[in-house]
């Protein structure tokens, strides 16, 4: 598992090539972690640390699961996760990632709204 432990984050340095620690949370709880996508090989291994760390197994697997994906860019973009995204494009923007309840994510874009990620 990708767990913080020996990754750099975005706090330890100005330089954001060099940070590997991502920040991540579940909407609505205050406590995250931190996984450093350096030890991953793609979205596969990323869901099933999520999926460990969280204690969420099964929950992002699928092509509509119990819980979503969404990350913040550089550029101060939210993005849902998809399979269009290649892994380097991804590791090399992301900034910090939520996940969500699928089903309050839909009744969100419904209203027009995007997730506000901060």
């Not at 609505?28 to 291994?45: C, E, M, N, T, Y």
């Not at 990323?46 to 697997?61: A, K, V, Y």
Request: charged share 20%; aromatic share 6%; proline share 5%.
């Amino acid at each position: 598992m990708a767990d913080s432990d020996g990754c750099v984050s975005s706090i330890e340095g100005p330089d954001p090539d060099r940070r590997t620690c991502t920040k991540v949370h579940i909407n609505g709880l205050p406590i995250g972690r931190a996984i450093d996508l350096s030890r991953l090989s793609g979205f596969g291994d990323l869901i099933t640390s999520l999926e460990d760390t969280f204690g969420i197994q099964g929950e992002l697997r699928g092509p509509i699961g119990m819980s979503t994906i969404v990350y913040l860019n550089r550029n101060g973009q939210t993005v849902i996760l998809s399979d269009n995204t290649p892994w380097w494009e991804f590791c090399a923007t992301v900034e910090k990632i939520v996940l969500y309840s699928t089903d309050e994510l839909i009744r969100m874009m419904k209203a027009g709204k995007m997730p506000v990620i901060s």
